[in-house]
């Protein structure tokens, strides 16, 4: 996997860091982000990146990091014949959600599925025995409507209001030029189409190379 960063005003590669095959594409996002920002001192303002990254470890990494992602969002379906949580009103004050007939989903506890940890939110049991949307809602079995998100969930929101505005629509037309773009232009006219050398380190030779001669053509442009 070639990891690649680009900066879209001039379609310049200023970061590619390869990882073994079986890393997922954004695992090593974040902290690449920081070797650019401390290696350059580049004031990175704002990102763009597919929906492989639409996680909340990213998108807090991105916080602290004071950059604003514009992200595809991860489209979830809800469980068969329920409402889908979307549909329910959050609170980031309170941290509470409200359901449509207005009742408070309160946080009640923290579980973990896998590596994530979730926050589970909990109607009244005696709020949902009287709800006319309780069948469409839950179903018959249960007794009340929970939802669980991920950890600093809210900012998975933001990201989803962001995707909403024009300025979401110009960065995903910039990654796909420049980012697309660039993968494509490395594979078939740069050498990147398949390795030549085993380990990581020979690895990055190749994929620097590879990224120098597409700069260099880039900034003659630029120059002319």
Known sequence: MAH??????????????????????????VER????????????????ADRGYDTTPIHHGLKKLGITGYISPTQYDSAFKTTSHREFTYNSENDIYLCQNKKELAFTHLMRKGETN?????????????????????????????ISRPIAHELLEENMKRTKTSDYKLVQKLRRVWCEGSFGTMKIKHNLYKTYKRGIQKIHEQ?????LALNLKRMVKVMN
């Open 4 to 29: 690649t960063s680009i900066d879209t005003q001039n379609g310049i590669i200023i970061d590619i860091h390869p990882s073994a095959g079986n890393v997922n594409d954004c695992e090593p996002y």
């Open 33 to 48: 982000l920081k070797v650019i920002k401390e290696k350059f001192h580049l004031n990175i303002k704002n990102v763009g």
């Open 118 to 146: 979730y926050k589970t939110y909990s109607a009244k049991t005696q709020d949902c025995k009287v709800c006319p949307f309780r069948v469409e809602c839950f179903g018959k079995t249960a007794t009340k409507r929970t």
């Open 207 to 211: 994929c620097l190379f590879s990224a």
